[in-house]
């Protein structure tokens, strides 16, 4: 089962993300349905799952019946709601439409083999929970912390910085630090901080700002610290159930 829901994997990020081509995706964007590399698009989907299935239409013509139609549909309606704002999280959504379809068409050939309690083990559950604890719960305690101070002193800087950079380097920097722990790898975590603090030191250095130095110190420890407890936590509980 798990081998043919990779096959349809492989299929997809062929046609999604390998041959696709930035100028198809403009030209999409800009004629709907009217345009010719939405067609081409759907063909490069109906060949790479040709080729990955050894093109067995007798076995797999149920597969094609139901993922290159779908494909289709999908696509269409993103690019009906696509606007500046609303594009990462169409993206997203249009990748959970698709793997949800190529579950579904993996359920329908492996009925025996699939069940929903199999896949929701107790390992799963605990390793979701510590690792919304280590990127969502995480962000939001360090903001509720740090937020007692307010760095006026920097006002007047050049503070320009990408919207919400911060937030995503700190959870990526968590996720990295979790992974590292619970696959053994700690000297992983020394490498990620003196490699954040060789980037900070030239911010830091310009500034010459004794608060905006503590401040960003305060986060990189809470950060890390968060993420290392997470993984410790995660290590332990997994080990007892």
């Known amino acids: 089962m798990v081998f043919f829901f990779i096959k349809l994997l492989l299929a997809h990020c062929i046609g999604d993300f390998v041959f696709q081509p930035t100028k198809w995706v403009k030209h999409k964007l800009k004629k709907k349905y009217k345009s010719k590399y939405l067609y081409y698009h759907i063909g490069v989907h109906f060949l790479a799952l040709t080729v990955v299935l050894q093109a067995d239409f007798k076995t797999y013509w149920l597969t094609f019946l139901l993922v290159i139609p779908t494909h289709y549909v999908i696509d269409l309606i993103k690019l009906h709601f696509n606007t500046k704002r609303n594009t990462r999280v169409l993206f997203v959504v249009d990748q959970i439409a698709h793997l949800l379809v190529l579950g579904v068409v993996t359920a329908i050939y492996y009925r025996s083999d699939f ?50 950079a911060g937030v995503y380097i700190g959870v990526l920097e968590r996720l990295f630090v979790f992974v590292f722990i619970i696959t053994g790898h700690w000297e992983g975590v020394g490498f990620l901080m003196a490699a954040k603090s060789i980037f900070r030191f030239g911010d830091l250095s310009k500034a010459k700002d004794r608060k905006l130095t503590e401040y960003v110190l305060i986060g990189t420890l809470m950060s890390f610290g968060f993420a290392i407890l997470a993984g410790l936590g995660f290590v332990f509980v997994s080990s007892i159930i």
């Open 115 to 164: 069940s929903i309690e199999a896949l929701i083990t107790p390992y799963l559950i605990v390793f979701i929970t510590f690792l919304l604890i280590t990127t969502v719960v995480a962000s939001v305690c360090m903001k509720v912390v740090i937020s007692k101070w307010d760095l006026e002193s920097t006002e007047g800087q050049n503070t320009e910085s990408l919207e919400q």
